[in-house]
């Protein structure tokens, strides 16, 4: 069984940075690709990185330049370092470990999410 933890969120103002983390238990990252999505309020869950095993990465373009994802395989963790953050960066932040990638490259989820962590930017 794969249990998913995400952490790290917070409440920051504009401009301020957060990084989250993720591990899991269950599945080794160092095997798979991972990703991670946010919903923010009244909207649907969205796309926002992802870490293949060769330690590429892949970025929404709403935050292409802002943030940055990591993987400590040692550690059975990835990390999101999000940088200048804006409002619109509000949301509920979900980890995905065990993804796959489409021909285009897009990043498939896996079933496999935690309960995710909060992440609010103040004006």
């Known amino acids: 069984q794969v249990q998913v933890v995400e952490s790290g969120g917070g409440l920051v103002q504009t401009g301020g940075s957060l990084r989250l983390s993720c591990t899991a238990s269950g599945i080794t990252f160092s095997t798979t690709p991972i990703g991670w999505y946010r919903r923010a309020p009244g909207k649907q869950r969205e796309f926002v990185a992802a870490i293949n095993i060769g330690n590429w990465p892949k970025y929404s373009d709403s935050v292409k330049g802002r943030f940055t994802i990591s993987r400590d395989n040692a550690r059975n963790t990835v990390y999101v370092q999000m940088n200048n953050l804006k409002p619109g960066d509000t949301g509920v932040y979900f980890c995905?470990?065990?993804?796959?990638?489409?021909?285009?490259?897009?990043?498939?989820?896996?079933?496999?999410w935690g309960q995710g962590t909060q992440v609010s930017v103040s004006n």
């Open positions: 995905n470990p065990g993804g796959t990638y489409a021909i285009t490259s897009d990043y498939i989820p896996s079933t496999y």
